[in-house]
């Protein structure tokens, strides 16, 4: 146990092992999660809050995390992102194309590219370039339905190659006969 609260996801920062990412449930309906982060290696009393900015949000009750160097990646019914290790601001909204869903699934196999995994399965690579830099979601397509992603990761020596895991896929259609 590294914090009191009701549990959410955690993050290591491979780059900076002793920097390390938690987060906790405070409150339903206005993306309740807050973030903590220590640079200590997560010692009990080594945290501090640098909060997603609380925006009505929906998200699963424990919203996945990721962290890659400097950057942070949260989901709700958009990514989150922050370019300053978590600091509180300034967190980044990068809006996901309709319709409406939830990032359940995250994944940063680069500095300048974020994974996500959606509940309707659909699966983005969230892209940085430009000068102010721009966070873009680009579909690489969607998994049969119905198909709730619930982990997603690049293959380290091919980043062309991404795994996913679903739940709520049999792969068998009942409409055809065996």
Request: with cysteine.
């Amino acid at each position: 146990m590294i914090a009191g609260s009701d549990g959410g996801d955690c993050a290591v920062d491979e780059e900076s092992p002793t920097r390390c990412y938690h987060t906790y449930f405070v409150l339903s309906g206005l993306f309740g999660q807050h973030v903590e982060r220590s640079d200590t290696g997560g010692g009990w009393g080594s945290w501090q809050l640098v909060n997603v900015p609380n925006v009505p949000a929906a998200s699963l009750f424990y919203p996945p995390l990721e962290a890659r160097g400097k950057l942070v990646a949260q989901g709700a019914d958009d990514l989150f992102i922050s370019e300053r290790g978590a600091d509180p601001v300034p967190w980044i909204r990068v809006p996901l194309p309709a319709p409406a869903d939830l990032v359940t699934a995250l994944d940063i196999p680069a500095p300048d590219r974020v994974l996500v995994g959606t509940q309707l399965g659909r699966i983005f690579s969230v892209t940085r370039a430009g000068t102010p830099p721009v966070w873009t979601p680009n579909a690489l397509g969607a998994l049969p339905a119905p198909a709730h992603v619930t982990d997603v990761l690049t293959d380290p020596g091919d980043p062309r190659r991404i795994w996913a895991t679903l739940v709520g896929f049999t792969g068998i259609d009942p409409t055809v006969p065996p």
